[in-house]
């Protein structure tokens, strides 16, 4: 696909894909002609075919704009896994030119307050299994919720069914593709949450590039097991789906027995997930018996691959494209993605800039380092967020020269490959001496009996921080840190070597399966 050059959110020249849809309707618009009857999505519940995503979606936006006065750019939050009425309220929201903000339903009640004040939304849909922590967000605040008749209960009542009246006329919206369409709120590790704002044009480059690189086409079925609150969930799965043609299975939540059985029943070709949940999925035995040859694409990201998940993966789906990925909320999913072809010399890599990025590896003074050296990575590109909601300040910071500074770091090889080294904020400082945790978790799972592990900066009084490690293990105790020592001797300098360790049943996860460093660093 041809790309040009264009001024986009004031951040001058930005390259842009010449023939693109211009909205998130064109979209579904677009599929609708071509696959009306094929199913769009399947739930754990129940399935709408493009006929009937499309046409029950203008129905709800058409009670909401008529009875509710839902106008374009208000913000319609949602507390729903993955159910049928999450697509739904997505393209309801793309047709009345409101803004979705999809709340993670784990959070606590506090955390959605804030969300649910700080984005001033105008209507709720909720699970009725959730519906508890907006009655105690009500006790504390009511000024934080609308009106009890803009709060939509799925399940239970079930007031949602009123949105599925047929009885109003959707008026039409005028939608540019620089409009806002999602805010996604980030898991901040300290301080509240940021509203990243994703604009039609950000979600619609994602797609084009999702496309593009993996290959793939209207034949695709994905299962998605990450929440589709999450990017990875609703821009790398559903609605890269939708864009191709192809069928989005879910589920509400992952299941290791499950999730295999699902695979297997519906024949679903690609694959997207965080590796721990391949690494899960190798442990058993249905897995182990069965054959995947019917799966022909398989990416992952956001946490580091490992050698020997990369081989289970290789073996496990002889016929698979394997993509490793990164990308964050504010790169609406990808900013680097691994081609269809690649050397063996690269599987560590997180692929090749998107051909629509403008990355740059940033030493800590703010100069552009070398080829092989490490930096923070700066991103530019027309999949970069437009703002923070409302926070000028995080703007002012994490913005500079129309680059968006990621926080994490890495480098690129002279063939134009990214590697990711560490977030920023996890490097460990150990007497001045810079340790990645990453590559000590790299070399602590090459340990067969370490099942998973996670490293972070313990304070220390003398050497400012030391290597402390967490592992995961059905066979290793305490007793068998010694031999844990001298397997890291083999790889790493003795001062990256781990000095403290602990031993949990499993690390703790944030909801799109990224481990929770912070948690750790308090324990």
């Known amino acids: 696909m041809l790309v040009k050059e264009t001024e986009l959110f004031g951040r001058g020249k930005i390259k842009v894909f010449n023939d693109r849809p211009s ?5 579904l618009s677009t599929s609708l002609e071509a696959y009306k ?14 006929e009937q995503l499309d046409a029950y979606s203008t129905v709800i936006a058409a009670n909401l704009q008529k009875e509710y006065g839902v106008q374009k750019g208000d913000r319609i939050a949602t507390l729903i896994g993955n159910r049928l009425s999450f697509p739904l309220m997505v393209f309801a929201c793309v047709k009345l030119g409101a803004i979705m903000v999809p709340v993670n339903v784990k959070l606590s009640v506090d955390e959605i307050a804030y969300i649910l004040g700080h984005s001033e939304v105008k209507v709720i849909v909720s699970e009725d299994k959730f519906i508890s922590k907006i009655e105690k967000i009500k006790e504390v605040d009511i000024t934080t919720i609308p009106k009890d008749e803009n709060i939509f209960v799925v ?3 079930n007031t949602f069914k009123q949105l599925l009246e047929d009885k109003n006329e959707l008026l039409p919206i005028e939608t540019d593709e620089l409009d806002p369409i999602f805010i996604l709120y980030t898991s901040g590790t300290t301080g509240r949450p940021k509203g990243a704002v994703l604009t039609h044009i950000n979600v619609i480059h994602s797609l084009i590039n999702f496309k593009s690189i993996f290959e793939t086409d209207h034949t695709m079925k994905t299962l998605i097991a990450v929440p589709m609150f999450h990017v990875t969930g609703l821009v790398g799965q559903l609605l890269h789906m939708v864009y191709i043609g192809g069928t989005a299975y879910s589920m509400e939540s992952y299941k290791n027995k499950l999730y295999i059985e699902y695979i297997l029943k519906y024949r679903i070709n690609f694959l997207f997930n965080v590796p721990t949940i391949f690494v899960m999925m190798s442990t058993d035995e249905q897995f182990k018996q069965n054959s995947f040859d019917f799966v022909t694409k398989v990416a992952f990201g956001g946490s580091p691959i490992y050698q020997q998940t990369y081989s289970m993966l290789q073996e496990a789906f002889p016929n698979a494209n394997l993509h490793n990925a990164y990308g964050a909320t504010e790169t609406t999913s990808p900013a680097t993605l691994m081609p269809v072809s690649y050397s063996k010399s690269k599987v560590t890599s997180v692929g090749r800039a998107v051909p629509v990025a403008d990355i740059k590896i940033v030493s800590s003074t703010g100069d552009e380092v070398a080829a092989g050296e490490v930096g923070e990575l700066f991103i530019k590109g027309p999949m970069v967020i437009k ?15 129309g680059y968006w500074h990621s926080g ?9 490959y990214f590697y990711i080294s560490d977030r920023k904020k996890d490097m460990i400082n150990r007497g001045g001496e810079k340790i990645f945790s990453i590559e000590v978790e790299d070399i602590l799972k090459k340990h067969n009996l370490i099942k998973e592990a996670a490293v972070v900066g313990d304070p220390d009084p003398v050497f400012g921080e030391r290597v402390k490690a967490f592992i995961v293990s059905e066979q290793l105790t305490i007793e068998d840190i010694p031999l844990i020592k001298q397997h890291c001797l083999q790889y790493l300098a003795k001062f990256k070597v781990p000095e403290i360790y602990e031993f949990l049943d499993e690390l703790p996860r944030n909801a799109s399966g990224k481990i929770l460093k912070q948690t750790l660093k308090n324990n």
């Open 387 to 401: 703002e923070y909601w409302r926070n000028e300040e995080a703007n002012q910071h994490n913005f500079s020269d």
């Open 155 to 157: 399940d239970g009542e």
């Open 23 to 27: 909205n998130l309707a064109e979209v």
């Open 37 to 50: 009857d094929k199913e769009a999505v399947v739930t754990e519940e129940s399935s709408l075919t493009y």
């Open 408 to 416: 994490d770091l890495g480098s690129v090889d002279e063939d134009g």
